[in-house]
């Protein structure tokens, strides 16, 4: 077995929804959000805006 118990398998399988709001996953990014939900990185600034210059 991959996994050593039910409950670690389980755990592979969870989402955690960071956001609260109504279909947020659908939403246009933000980089005020996407700080607030996680730590911020130049990957994260990258995400949203799309660009090197920008970011």
Request: hydrophobic content about 35%; glycine content about 0%.
């Amino acid at each position: 077995s991959v996994f050593s118990s039910s409950e670690r398998a389980h755990q592979v399988l969870r989402i955690r929804k960071c956001a609260n709001s109504f279909l947020e996953e659908l939403r246009h990014s933000s980089l005020e959000r996407e700080c607030i939900e996680e730590i911020c990185d130049f990957e994260e600034a990258k995400e949203i805006f799309q660009n090197v210059d920008d970011t």
